[in-house]
């Protein structure tokens, strides 16, 4: 078996995501948004008119996932798709004032959740904390192309 479960970096990695998506889930459940969403409505407005597979990219799942999430928000009011001007077959996204206000009311208990992962580490342990996590991401990034 070699190293056990508790001893490796991706288990404590992974564990650490899906405490943070449970506990913006948890904060997300009174706007009736999941964290996809979420952060489909975030990027959105820090990046209007992306397309689904800029989107995709940007949020990190599929681009069949992210057709989804844009469908459902979409029916819901919250984003609007059309064609680009130049690239009539490409779909720009774009938060509709429902999406805007939505997220606002949304943002304040996810970023007290950010708040909170926050207040754990001194500014300089943060700093470190990024790194150290800027280096995982290279790390595997480089092991997924030697894989290929």
Not at 43 to 65: F, I, K, M, N
Not at 78 to 97: N, S
Not at 118 to 126: G, K, L, M
């Amino acid at each position: 078996m070699g190293v056990p479960i508790d001893q490796r970096l991706g288990h404590h990695l992974k564990r650490a995501e899906q405490e943070l998506i449970a506990a913006k889930h948890a904060a997300l459940r009174p706007s009736k948004l999941s964290t996809p969403q979420y952060t489909v409505l975030l990027v959105l407005a820090e990046e209007p008119g992306l397309s689904g597979a800029g989107l995709a990219r940007r949020c990190l799942v599929t681009p069949q996932t992210m057709s989804s999430v844009l469908s459902t928000l979409e029916g819901r009011g919250l984003v609007e798709r059309k064609p680009h001007p130049i690239h009539l077959h490409i779909l720009e996204a774009r938060l509709t004032r429902s999406g805007r206000a939505l997220l606002a009311k949304a943002d304040v208990p996810a970023m007290a959740v950010e708040r909170k992962l926050d207040a754990e580490f001194t500014p300089e342990e943060r700093e470190q904390l990024l790194g150290l996590l800027a280096r995982c991401t290279d790390a595997l990034s480089r092991a997924a192309a030697d894989i290929a």
